[in-house]
């Protein structure tokens, strides 16, 4: 049987994941938004500058959301190989948890 402490590592780690998958939708919604707001700016003001602007604004906005759900989409595949591929691994999910930067996933997901 799990330590008290154990499970309220598994719970507080499944917990993170619910409220970062939350966080996910809300920051899909402002990616949404940003996109449509930049894409209803005028086409040219002030000599054409706001058009070179407007690219690279929505080029940053592209790859952050880019970035974003790969880090979202590798924590989401991070939670499923610890509750249910490899729970029952040496150590169980705390093992897992615990050594979570011994994983390339877990690295890239950081990174991303």
């Not at 996109?35 to 058009?51: D, E, I, S, V």
């Not at 509750?83 to 990174?111: C, E, H, Q, T």
């Amino acid at each position: 049987m799990s330590s008290p402490s154990s499970l309220s590592l598994e719970r507080f780690r499944l917990d993170g994941m619910m409220i970062a998958c939350i966080a996910y939708g809300i920051y899909f919604l402002l990616t949404v938004q940003a996109w449509m707001a930049l894409m209803q700016l005028p086409r040219r003001q002030h000599g054409g500058k706001n058009t070179e602007h407007r690219l690279a604004l929505l080029f940053y906005v592209f790859i952050t959301f880019v970035l974003g759900s790969i880090s979202t989409a590798l924590n989401i595949k991070y939670t499923q190989m610890i509750w249910i591929d490899d729970r029952d691994a040496p150590g169980g999910p705390v093992v897992l948890i615990k050594n979570y930067m011994s994983l390339r996933m877990n690295f890239i997901a950081l990174a991303s």
